[in-house]
């Protein structure tokens, strides 16, 4: 099942991440955050150890909106940039 899909179908929130090799190769995908149905917490300390444990050269991030809300993006965008 794809990443997509498996979100598509969750009823919270979920953060994740595609850690890559330096040709930026995935490495290894892992869901590491669940929350509600609104809202899910997120610790980089967790994100950057998993990223040094798996010897990841770069990271993509992903996380879904259960509510169907595609505008929720914008204010958790403001936040981490």
Do not use: W
Not at 53 to 63: K, L, Q
Request: aromatic share 8%; net charge negative.
């Amino acid at each position: 099942m794809s990443e997509q899909t498996s979100l598509a179908s969750n009823e919270s929130e979920v953060f994740g991440v595609i850690f890559l090799e330096s040709q930026h190769r995935v490495l290894r995908t892992k869901e590491m955050f669940n929350g509600t149905i609104d809202a899910a917490s997120v610790y980089p300390r967790e994100v950057v150890k998993e990223s040094l444990a798996t010897n990841a050269s770069a990271v993509i991030f992903y996380h879904n909106h259960p509510c169907g809300d595609a505008i929720a993006l914008t204010e958790p965008s403001r936040r981490i940039f």
